[in-house]
């Protein structure tokens, strides 16, 4: 990115309800560690919150009690409407199984799912799916994935770990540090959105 930047670009992380997402709040501190100009928010599905302590993380995390919680009058803002205005660009790290089915098919009954609903196409989109390996391995995922694909988001591939569950395969996030790599690459090589 050329010049002075004029404030961070802004990162919005999804997380879903894989296991991955033990790694959220480490892949927030890493993208602070590389780049303190980011500005980051982070929107949790319900079920993602099981996996880590929303309320450790020194930023941002917007969940479902978030969405309408101030809402009054039909003059005031809707959630998923700033924030997709607000982001740069997008993470879905970890996508589970179940989101990744919701988003294949436009469902939005959470505030994440109705912010990819509502995401300018022109903005990237990146998702790092995490499931267990049978999952993976059924036919539904490949078809699901290319169908994401077909919509410009960018995939972020798993890899083979041992899984949360002790089966050893693919379906493991990708590591941290990859994710992190990906983002960076978006961030260094994007002109600032007026
Ligand atoms: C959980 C973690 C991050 C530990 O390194 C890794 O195994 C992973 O991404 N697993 C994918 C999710 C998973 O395991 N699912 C649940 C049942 S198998």
Known sequence: MSGPTVGGRKVLIGCTGSVAAIKVPILVQELVNIDDQLEIKVVATEKALNFFDHKSLQIPVLTEADEWKDWKTVSDPILHIE?????????????????????????????????????????????????????????????????????????????????????????????????????????????PLT
């Open 83 to 191: 924030l997709r205005r607000w982001a740069d660009l997008m993470v879905i790290a970890p996508l589970d199984a179940n989101t990744l089915a919701k988003l294949t098919h436009g469902i939005c009954d959470n505030l994440l799912t109705c912010v990819v609903r509502a995401w300018d196409l022109k903005r990237p989109l990146l998702f790092a799916p995490a499931m267990n390996t049978h999952m993976w391995n059924h036919p539904l995922t490949s078809q699901q994935i290319d169908k994401l694909k077909s919509f410009g988001y960018k995939e972020i591939p798993c890899i083979r770990k041992k899984l949360a569950c002790g089966d050893d395969g693919f379906g493991a996030m990708a590591e941290v540090s990859t994710i992190v790599t990906k983002i960076m690459d978006i961030v260094h090589s994007t002109v």
